[in-house]
T-cell receptor, first 116, second 112 residues
Framework: SAVISQKPSRDICQRGTSLTIQCQVDSQVTMMFWYRQQPGQSLTLIATANQGSEATYESGFVIDKFPISRPNLTFSTLTVSNMSPEDSSIYLC?????????????FGPGTRLTVL | AQSVTQPDIHITVSEGASLELRCNYSYGATPYLFWYVQSPGQGLQLLLKYFSGDTLVQGIKGFEAEFKRSQSSFNLRKPSVHWSDAAEYFCAVNTGGFKTIFGAGTRLFVKA
């Protein structure tokens, strides 16, 4: 398993501003994922981040809006840029502990973002 | 394309009663199957997973799930529900790649 922490746990932001969310894992992992969970909805994958390479974005998500950094095997950041009220969601960091062969994903506690 | 269906948006059960949450998937082979729970304001916690072998899987908090290949189902069960089980439950499928697909979730309400 893996223990994942996220900062901040919640924030209220003004439209047009940006917020960077940090994700820290207690062990080295290859695969890290960022999800969005809009109110009352399931999880939507934003992007997959491997250390040392560019993040891979899912359809409907672009790097200019959601830039991701992955400087090492235990840390990643997601920035929500030029925010609008539609970005109000829970953002979840997740890791897969081995190899991408259908292994288990573990989740952080989430960052609850409200955009006014 | 692979998909996961949780037919029940919400379910209400009495404390002490049994529980079954339904999950169906669409995939040509046997995928890896998971159940997660999300308490209000929290992240997702893994309850149990099925990769292969025994089709009845035991998880944490007294939950179990049964994989039925013929029905493409992976239903979650608990014999006696506690008030603390009230949460959102997500079924998820991974077909061997990097992407896990989540169902829409089932919200469980527990009444006294």
């Amino acid at each position: 398993s893996a223990v994942i922490s996220q900062k901040p746990s919640r924030d209220i932001c003004q439209r047009g501003t940006s917020l960077t969310i940090q994700c820290q894992v207690d062990s080295q992992v290859t695969m890290m994922f960022w999800y969005r969970q809009q109110p009352g909805q399931s999880l939507t994958l934003i992007a997959t981040a491997n250390q040392g390479s560019e993040a891979t974005y899912e359809s409907g998500f672009v790097i200019d809006k959601f830039p991701i950094s992955r400087p090492n095997l235990t840390f990643s950041t997601l920035t929500v840029s030029n925010m609008s009220p539609e970005d109000s969601s829970i953002y979840l960091c997740s890791v897969e502990t081995a190899g991408g062969q259908g292994d288990t994903q573990y989740f952080g506690p989430g960052t609850r973002l409200t955009v006014l | 394309a692979q998909s996961v269906t949780q037919p029940d948006i919400h379910i209400t059960v009495s404390e002490g009663a049994s529980l079954e949450l339904r999950c169906n998937y669409s995939y040509g082979a046997t995928p890896y199957l998971f159940w997660y729970v999300q308490s209000p304001g929290q992240g997702l916690q893994l309850l149990l997973k099925y990769f292969s072998g025994d089709t009845l899987v035991q998880g944490i908090k007294g939950f179990e799930a049964e994989f039925k290949r013929s029905q493409s189902s992976f239903n979650l069960r608990k014999p006696s529900v506690h008030w603390s089980d009230a949460a959102e439950y997500f079924c998820a499928v991974n077909t061997g790649g990097f992407k896990t697909i989540f169902g829409a979730g089932t919200r469980l309400f527990v009444k006294a």
